[in-house]
């Protein structure tokens, strides 16, 4: 096939006239092997063809009759009544909605819909929102639907016991043609959702309000013996009545064990406790808006000593103006032996608070607010403190650095927050850090530092800890850790700047090795000296924004 233009191919050289034939006539032979090559494959494509439209009609048949042999036709029918069930979601109850469980898995086929139909457990539970009110007749019409799904969903349930959770928008009192909003008042009564539901009570196992006082009117009708088989409540009035809760009667049904609030009074206008059976709760969780007065100290204490079986509690506590507090120096601790959650809301003081509990068994604790004077004393007696949330700005550099260095030796999850407050209060830099790393490459010495049982680590701060601090924390620990030592799993920083120094190399060992490591920066700002000030792909700009964890 050589020629003597094999010597010009791949460049740039024109040929005249005289050879211009000579390539054609080069070329003639090799077209016309071309045009035979593309026949016989066009022959062979169509003999492909042929064979493959043979095979899918082989295919189908054959899949047809494994169909009637796949495994999953000849599980029982109670075993996939309990597949069933353990598709539903745990975190919250089911929606309206086709993509849920008892939905979806009746539209698979016949025998499917019919046992879902025929499985009471799957549609026990039920989250129910009440539409806003609109224009264009809509609002009757979807009032219409959400009742008659909810009456047939609930009585898909047979008698097992339910858990349900209601939402209701406020009541909008807007002008019946308010054009900003596209919102009207309630043409149908408030309480229509809650009358229905009332015709379930006795069914009642877990139940969640949210909804205004006058929703809920019909529930509050409820006795005790309308709810025998209630165990767990939870109720959000919005825009409450001065102690409201103690209007609702369910509260004094027997086997109550969880209860949660997030407005009203937890006593009743007496100054007495809701009709709550307290020694039973496992389970507490009481919050209050901004404008209303948390529990005192003396309340809580006073509560929390009649709730001896408390495996998780949240509270906000605070020092009331006027109040008297030297008293409680002279009571006892207040003792919780099965306590193993605890979320605080330290408002106005309340550092006392602390100073009157004896938790031996507490595992995770959560405080909002100040209470420096305390923590590191209730920390040191918390021996098996295993996480530890907190807020950073509410509290001194030198009362920080205590409370680290009072932390059980148990502690493996570490989450601190020093983004908000004054300048003055930030704790969070390098000698922070530099208290949580190991100081030599051996195992041996891991001992030596803060939280040697450190697993994951979370920090949200302002700019004070360089890259570099978290970069030796992170190899130091890696490098420490033996059989004998968790190993360190998880690292999370967001810092309200720009990176300077990336650290990822160096970490790549430990994160291909598992390590989760997530860092996040704030956007750097060009300076209007730049040349580059003003376009949108500013080099001066090129780090991502990355929004705070909504989990933060």
Not at 211 to 217: D, I, Q, T, V, Y
Not at 229 to 246: D, I, R, Y
Not at 454 to 470: F, N
């Amino acid at each position: 096939m050589l020629s003597t233009f094999a010597q010009h191919l791949g460049t740039n050289y024109c040929p005249s006239e005289d050879e211009v034939l000579e390539v054609k006539n080069l070329i003639a032979e090799p077209t016309r092997q071309l045009l035979t090559l593309d026949e016989e494959i066009s022959q062979l494509q169509k003999s492909i063809e042929k064979l493959q439209e043979k095979r899918k009609t082989l295919s189908t048949y054959v899949d047809e009759y494994k169909a009637l042999i796949s495994p999953i036709r000849r599980i029982p029918q109670d075993v996939l009544s309990e597949i069933f069930i353990a598709c539903l979601p745990t975190h919250r109850n089911c929606v309206m909605s086709a993509s849920e469980a008892p939905v979806l898995l009746g539209r698979i086929c016949s025998s499917w819909r019919a046992l879902s139909l025929a499985t009471p457990r799957l549609w026990a539970s039920l989250h129910i929102v009440e539409p806003r009110a609109l224009r264009s007749g809509l609002y009757d019409d979807k009032i219409d639907q959400r009742l008659e799904v909810m009456k047939m969903w609930l009585g898909r349930s047979g008698q097992c016991p339910l858990s349900i959770s209601f939402h209701c928008t406020e009541y909008y009192a807007a002008p019946a043609d308010d054009e900003s909003t596209g919102i009207l008042p309630h043409p149908v009564p408030v309480d229509v959702f809650p009358r229905e539901l009332v015709s379930f009570a006795r069914r009642w196992r877990r139940v969640s309000f949210m909804a205004s006082l006058p929703a809920l009117h019909a529930m509050a009708a409820l006795t005790a013996a309308d709810v025998p088989m209630l165990q767990s409540v939870s109720v959000f009035v919005h825009s409450p009545h001065e102690n409201s809760l103690a209007r609702f009667g369910i509260l004094e049904a027997p086997r109550i064990s969880s209860f949660a609030a997030y407005t009203g009074e937890l006593y009743t206008s007496e100054s007495e406790w809701l009709p709550l059976r307290w020694d039973l709760l496992t389970n507490l969780e009481f919050q209050t808006n901004p404008w209303e007065m948390p529990l005192n100290v003396e309340k809580a204490l006073e509560l929390l000593s009649s709730c001896p079986q408390l495996r998780s509690c949240n509270l906000p506590v605070g020092d009331v103006p006027g109040d008297p507090t030297n008293t409680l120096s002279r009571d006892p601790p207040v003792e919780l032996l099965h306590l193993h959650t605890l979320k605080l809301s330290m408002i106005r003081g309340g550092s006392s608070f602390l100073k009157k509990l004896y938790l031996p068994n507490l595992r995770k604790f959560v405080i909002r607010g100040n209470a420096q004077d305390s923590l590191p004393q209730f920390l040191r007696s918390s021996i098996s403190l295993e996480s530890l949330d907190i807020d950073g700005p509410h509290y001194s550099k030198t009362s920080q650095l205590e409370v680290l260095r009072a932390v059980s030796p148990t502690m493996r999850h570490l989450i601190i927050r020093d983004f908000w407050g004054p300048s003055v209060a930030r704790f969070l830099d390098d000698e922070f850090m530099e208290m949580l790393t190991p100081v030599f490459h051996s195992s041996t010495d891991i001992s030596q530092c803060c939280c040697p049982s450190l697993e994951s680590l979370t920090v949200a701060c302002r700019h004070d800890i360089s890259d570099w601090a978290v970069e030796q924390f992170v190899v130091r620990r890696m490098s420490t850790t033996d059989c004998s030592t968790p190993s360190l799993k998880r690292v999370r920083f967001q810092f309200n700047r720009p990176m300077k120094l990336d650290i990822t190399p160096s970490l790549k060992p430990f994160m291909d090795a598992g390590l989760e490591v997530e860092m996040m920066y704030s956007i750097s700002r060009p300076s209007h000296l730049s040349p580059w000030f003003g376009l949108a792909d500013s080099r001066e700009s090129s780090t991502p924004e990355v929004s705070y964890p909504a989990h933060w």
